[in-house]
């Protein structure tokens, strides 16, 4: 997304930053809003803010710039496309064979939410929310701290003061 908040920048960098130190062992590629997926039942193309594949990864073309097989998805929530990210774009990429989480990022609180492939059309919610608390990521094999996410993020209360 162009010209996001710093919060939302913050959230992304971290979450991409944390996935990769937790991949290091492992062959996983991990790829920011740069990168779009491709949703083949719809012929769409979305630009999540961290995508991640474990094996080979999976491209449209030799443009090599369309991913067609993430495991894991992350959009960060904000005012404006928090609907949309929970509604039409979630739909859209459980269709993804490959996708098995799908993460959604709160920037205005610590909370995280965790969607769950359990069959092929199952889906479990796991909410994560406050201090302490950790996301178990089995796609990847990575758990991800709140606290260590949270940790560049500014709440209202938080903000610097002129």
């Not at 479990?124 to 406050?130: D, I």
């Not at 990575?142 to 606290?147: F, G, H, K, N, P």
Request: proline content about 3%.
């Amino acid at each position: 997304m162009s010209g996001a908040s710093r919060n939302h920048v913050a959230l992304s960098t971290m979450f991409a930053a944390l996935l990769i130190g937790g991949l290091r062992e492992r062959k996983c590629g991990v790829f920011t809003s740069d990168l779009r997926v491709h949703i083949p039942s719809t012929g769409l193309y979305t630009y999540p803010d961290v995508a991640a594949v474990c094996g080979e990864e999976r491209f449209l073309d030799d443009e090599v710039d369309t991913l067609l097989n993430p495991v894991l998805i992350t959009e960060v929530l904000s005012a404006s496309t928090e609907d949309y990210d929970r509604g039409r774009t979630a739909a859209f990429y459980r269709e993804i064979e490959s996708l098995e989480e799908y993460v959604v990022v709160a920037q205005d609180r610590k909370a995280v939410e965790v969607y769950r492939r359990l069959a092929p059309d199952h889906w479990e919610l796991f909410t994560l929310h406050g201090e302490g608390a950790t996301a178990e990521l089995a796609s990847v094999g990575v758990r991800v701290e709140l606290d260590a996410l949270y940790a560049q993020v500014r709440f209202d209360d938080d903000a610097p003061q002129s």
